[in-house]
């Protein structure tokens, strides 16, 4: 039983953080439409502080350590930090965009106990429009390789950043997640009101009517999910699709609010409580897309998760009066029973 992590849930205050999501540099070898990240940033975490952060979050309970980015694969002593980590008991999952998952697989298999591999498209060119640069095949190839060495299958999943060029693909990409062998497939819809993924006030990449649906492609996308929830029920009831035939529904109400068609889906999140963000350069935030409210450099971490800055953040976040919550794509809830079971 985990009561201070059930204390989390019910409270403003931090007395454990499971869940960290680590930015281990935020430099990219892809060009995405919808993300800003391409460079690593000046004095990113060196792996003695990394090091010296694990024992931390190690002590203050962490029980799932998610690597992100940028892409953590550019760094060279990657493994070296998942074996920092492996020292603890804590499940570690990594977020990549799989172009170099093949070529650097053997080097971390053993420590990650989840891949998941962002794919936005069912074909060559629809993946690699978006992702700016010739990477299907290669990223296929990383897929396969991960399925290969995966102990089970579910270790290895897919994540698709629903838009306009691949709203079209949905089916095609279960499909292939379904042929590559995965444990499952998720659906994120495009952000395009945050300073979320390296925008930090740049704007988007690119035109965000690239991006959106229009609303002739809102009622298109509406009767291609129309067809998909029938059409895969065994898979959304045995969780290969990740998302619930409502989530999949909400992806299509947030394309709408976009555009005005209607007011955005209620979200259901707790992030704060229960996570937080670590960025490349240490910065503390209590999700992907909420302000800063420390640095893991300059200030113990138990003083930072209950300074007044973040705690009047989770009251708003509790009361959800949060503009940025209230359109938001990526949400995590956790329930005070999960969290009790230390479900993490």
């Given at each position: 039983?985990?009561?201070k992590?059930w204390?989390?849930?019910?409270?403003?205050?931090s007395?454990?953080?499971?869940?960290?999501?680590?930015?281990?540099?935020?430099?990219c070898?892809?060009?995405?439409?919808?993300?800003?990240?391409?460079?690593?940033?000046?004095?990113?975490?060196?792996?003695?502080?990394?090091e010296?952060?694990a024992?931390?979050?190690?002590?203050?309970?962490?029980r799932h350590?998610?690597?992100?980015?940028?892409?953590?694969?550019?760094?060279?002593?990657f493994?070296?930090?998942?074996?920092?980590?492996s020292?603890?008991?804590?499940?570690?999952?990594?977020?990549?965009?799989g172009?170099?998952?093949?070529?650097?697989l053997?080097?971390?298999?053993?420590?990650?106990?989840?891949?998941?591999v962002?794919?936005?498209?069912?074909?060559?060119?629809?993946?690699?429009?978006?992702r700016?640069?010739?990477?299907?095949?290669q990223?296929l190839?990383g897929?396969?390789?991960?399925?290969?060495?995966?102990?089970?299958?579910?270790?290895?999943?897919?994540?698709?950043?629903?838009?306009?060029?691949?709203?079209r693909?949905?089916?095609?990409?279960?499909?292939?997640?379904?042929?590559?062998?995965?444990?499952?497939?998720?659906f994120?819809a495009?952000?395009?009101l945050?300073?979320?993924f390296?925008?930090?006030?740049?704007?988007?990449?690119?035109?965000?009517d690239?991006?959106?649906?229009?609303?002739?492609?809102?009622?298109?996308?509406r009767a291609?999910?129309?067809?998909?929830?029938?059409?895969y029920?065994?898979?959304?009831?045995?969780?290969?699709?990740?998302?619930?035939?409502?989530?999949l529904?909400?992806?299509?109400?947030?394309?709408?609010?976009l555009?005005?068609?209607?007011?955005?889906?209620?979200?259901?999140?707790?992030?704060?409580?229960?996570?937080?963000?670590?960025?490349?350069?240490?910065?503390?935030?209590?999700?992907?897309?909420l302000?800063?409210?420390?640095?893991?450099?300059?200030?113990k971490?138990?003083?930072?998760?209950?300074?007044?800055?973040?705690?009047?953040?989770?009251?708003?976040?509790?009361d959800?009066?949060?503009?940025?919550?209230?359109?938001?794509?990526c949400?995590?809830r956790?329930?005070?029973?999960?969290?009790?079971?230390?479900r993490?």
């Open positions: 039983m985990n009561f992590a204390l989390n849930t019910v409270s403003t205050t007395h454990t953080l499971p869940i960290v999501i680590l930015y281990v540099t935020e430099g070898n892809l060009h995405c439409c919808m993300c800003s990240y391409r460079e690593a940033r000046p004095g990113e975490l060196s792996l003695n502080e990394i010296r952060l024992g931390t979050l190690a002590g203050y309970g962490l350590i998610v690597y992100s980015g940028g892409e953590p694969l550019l760094r060279r002593d493994p070296e930090i998942c074996e920092i980590f020292q603890y008991v804590v499940q570690q999952t990594l977020l990549t965009n172009l170099l998952l093949e070529k650097r053997r080097e971390i298999r053993t420590f990650l106990n989840e891949i998941i962002s794919l936005d498209g069912a074909t060559p060119g629809t993946h690699n429009t978006i700016g640069g010739i990477s299907f095949e990223i190839a897929i396969r390789s991960a399925v290969q060495a995966a102990p089970e299958p579910r270790r290895v999943s897919i994540r698709t950043v629903v838009q306009k060029r691949n709203f693909e949905l089916a095609q990409l279960i499909g292939l997640a379904k042929s590559l062998g995965v444990g499952r497939i998720s994120l495009a952000d395009l945050s300073d979320g390296g925008r930090s006030g740049k704007g988007l990449p690119a035109p965000s690239s991006i959106a649906l229009t609303a002739e492609e809102v009622l298109e996308f291609i999910v129309d067809g998909i929830v029938p059409a029920r065994k898979e959304f009831e045995a969780g290969f699709i990740s998302e619930s035939q409502d989530k529904y909400h992806i299509v109400e947030y394309f709408g609010a555009i005005g068609r209607n007011p955005f889906p209620r979200n259901e999140c707790n992030a704060p409580m229960v996570s937080a963000v670590i960025t490349s350069t240490g910065d503390l935030l209590p999700c992907y897309f302000p800063r409210f420390g640095n893991a450099r300059e200030t971490l138990e003083q930072s998760l209950n300074n007044d800055g973040i705690i009047e953040t989770r009251k708003k976040v509790r959800y009066v949060l503009e940025r919550c209230q359109t938001c794509v949400t995590l956790k329930s005070s029973t999960a969290a009790l079971l230390d993490f």
